[in-house]
C-alpha cells in the first residue's frame, strides 16, 4: 500500500491572465516510469474561473466496514464559483473523467451557503463539505451534505442558525463525539487579496469552533486571540482515540494544541510560534511565517508545516504533545532570498537570508505551501501555490512562472529534511501556459483525507 504511482492536483487559471478553465492533473509519480515527474493527462473542468482548490473523497476509511464502498469518485470544491465536482478516478486512474457537475444554486438555495473548501466523507456513506459564506460573499461557516451515492444536495450538516460566523477546514473524531472546525475569513474580502486593514474590521476569523457529532449541535467556541488570527488547517492525531491535534494560525505563525479536558469540554493552548521578521522592501515592516498547511504523519510522531512568506517547511517532533521539538527544516524559495528586494533587519532565528533553490536548472518560484506525506513518512511532496488572487500579490512571478512540485526526502529516525535534487513538477510547462497547482491527492487515500473510527 506503500507504493502510490500518481498523484492527482487541481491547477488553477484563475487569476493568472490564462481564459482557460481549471484542470485536474495526474502526475507519475514512479521514479521506474518513463513518464516520471510528468503531467500524463488533464481533466478540464466545463467552465472558467472556479478556483479548484482542495479534493476529498466519495469513500475512505471511516466507511471500510463496508465492502461496497471504494475510493471512486474525487469530490472537487470550487472555492470562487461554488460548483462542485464530481471526478470518476475508478474506470481508469490514470485518465479521470467528469462524473457529474453540482450547480451553484443546489447549495446556495438548499442550504443557503457558498464557497465550498474541505471534503470529508463519512462513516453513513455521505460527504460533508465545509464552506466559507453565504451566497452574497459574507463569511458562513456551515457544512453542506451531499448524497454519497447520487452526489445531490441534500441539506445543511448543521443546525438552523448554528453556523460559524467563519468556515474553512474540519475534522471529527467519533470516538470523542466531536467535529472541529476552523475560520478563514469573508469570501468578498479575501477573494481579490490581503489588506492588513480588513483584519483589523474584523473580516478574518481567530476562533475554532466544537461540534457535537451527534447532534450536530454548535457546542463551543474556542477563541485563539490576535496570537491565532486565521486559523486554517487543523489536524486531529490520527489515532482514532486520541482527543487531541492541533490547528496552525497564518497570521502570527502560531501552532496550537487543542484537546479534550478532564471535565469533557475542549481547550487550545499554543505551543509553537514562528518569530516575525524585522525588515525592509516588503509591504510591511514586520513579516510573518504565514504558515499555510499543516500535516501529521500517519504514526503521529512528527508534525510538519510550510511558512509560505518565510519560505521553509519545518519538521517537528510531537511524541511530546504540548512540547513540540523542531528536528528539520529546508527553505525552498519565499520572501527573503538574499538576492531579493527584502532586506531582514532583525532575525530571531536565522543569522543570514536563505539563498535561492534551483532544482533541475529552474529557480524555485513562490514558496512552500501544500504539502503531502506518503504514508511511510519518507517522502513529503510540497507545491508552491496558495490561492491565485494572494499568489498575484505576494509572489507576482508565480503567476507568469506557474508553480512547482518537488519532493523532500524525510529522515524518519532523528528527524531532516532533504530536497531530491532529481525530482520537480514544473506547472510553467503547461501546454496552455504557467498554471497553479495546488492541494495533491493520493488515490488510495493519505494523510489529510483520511479519518479512521
Not at 96 to 103: A, F, G, I, M, N
Request: net charge negative; charged share 25%; aromatic share 10%.
Amino acid at each position: 500500500c506503500f507504493h502510490i504511482t500518481i498523484v492527482y492536483l487541481p491547477c488553477i487559471y484563475r487569476n493568472t491572465g490564462v481564459r482557460k478553465p481549471d484542470y485536474l492533473a495526474t502526475v507519475d509519480v514512479d521514479p521506474k516510469s518513463p513518464t516520471y515527474c510528468k503531467v500524463i493527462h488533464r481533466l478540464p473542468m466545463p467552465n472558467m474561473n472556479d478556483e479548484l482548490h482542495h479534493s476529498g473523497w466519495n469513500a475512505c476509511s471511516s466507511c471500510y466496514d463496508d465492502a461496497s464502498k471504494k475510493r471512486s469518485r474525487l469530490i472537487l470544491p470550487s472555492l470562487i464559483s461554488s460548483r462542485i465536482y464530481v471526478i470518476d478516478v475508478d474506470t481508469d486512474p490514470r485518465a479521470p473523467r467528469l462524473h457529474k457537475t453540482v450547480e451553484p444554486v443546489e447549495m446556495y438555495w438548499k442550504c443557503g451557503l457558498a464557497n465550498p473548501h474541505t471534503s470529508h466523507c463519512l462513516g453513513s456513506g455521505q460527504v460533508m463539505i465545509s464552506t466559507l459564506g453565504d451566497p452574497s460573499g459574507n463569511g458562513k461557516g456551515g457544512f453542506v451534505l451531499l448524497d454519497g451515492e447520487t452526489f445531490e444536495v441534500l441539506c445543511n450538516w448543521e443546525l438552523p442558525g448554528e453556523a460559524a460566523p467563519f468556515g474553512y477546514d474540519f475534522w471529527y473524531q467519533p470516538r470523542h463525539n466531536v467535529m472541529i472546525s476552523t475560520e478563514w475569513g469573508a469570501p468578498k474580502i479575501l477573494a481579490n487579496g490581503f489588506n492588513p486593514a480588513d483584519l483589523k474590521d474584523g473580516h478574518y476569523g481567530q476562533c475554532i469552533h466544537v461540534w457535537d457529532w451527534t447532534t450536530h449541535k454548535h457546542v463551543q467556541t474556542l477563541d485563539l486571540g490576535e496570537e491565532g488570527a486565521i486559523p486554517l488547517e487543523i489536524r486531529f492525531l490520527h489515532d482514532p482515540a486520541a482527543a487531541e491535534g492541533y490547528v496552525g494560525c497564518a497570521l502570527q505563525g502560531t501552532v496550537f494544541r487543542f484537546y479534550k479536558t478532564p471535565k469533557g469540554d475542549w481547550a487550545a493552548e499554543r505551543v509553537i510560534k514562528v518569530p516575525s521578521k524585522k525588515v525592509e522592501g516588503w509591504i510591511l515592516p514586520e513579516m510573518p511565517s504565514l504558515i499555510t498547511d499543516i500535516i501529521i504523519s500517519l504514526d503521529d510522531r512528527f508534525l510538519y508545516f510550510s511558512n509560505w512568506l518565510h519560505g521553509d517547511i519545518r519538521q517537528y517532533d510531537i511524541t511530546d504533545r504540548r512540547n513540540p521539538r523542531m528536528v528539520g527544516q529546508i527553505f525552498l524559495g519565499g520572501s527573503i532570498q538574499n538576492d531579493g528586494p527584502v532586506k531582514v533587519l532583525d532575525d530571531k532565528e536565522l543569522d543570514s537570508q536563505p539563498s535561492p533553490r534551483i532544482v533541475k536548472g529552474k529557480r524555485i518560484p513562490g514558496s512552500p505551501q501544500m504539502l503531502q506525506l506518503s504514508l511511510d513518512g519518507k517522502r513529503l511532496y510540497v507545491t508552491t501555490s496558495l490561492y491565485s488572487a494572494w499568489d498575484k500579490q505576494f509572489y507576482p512571478e508565480l503567476i507568469k512562472q506557474g508553480s512547482v512540485m518537488m519532493r523532500i526526502d524525510v529522515d524518519t529516525v532523528k528527524g531532516g529534511l532533504k530536497l531530491n535534487e532529481d525530482f520537480l513538477v514544473d506547472f510553467g510547462k503547461e501546454p496552455d501556459g504557467p498554471v497553479l497547482a495546488h492541494e495533491i491527492r493520493y488515490p488510495g487515500g493519505d494523510c489529510t483525507s483520511d479519518i479512521w473510527l
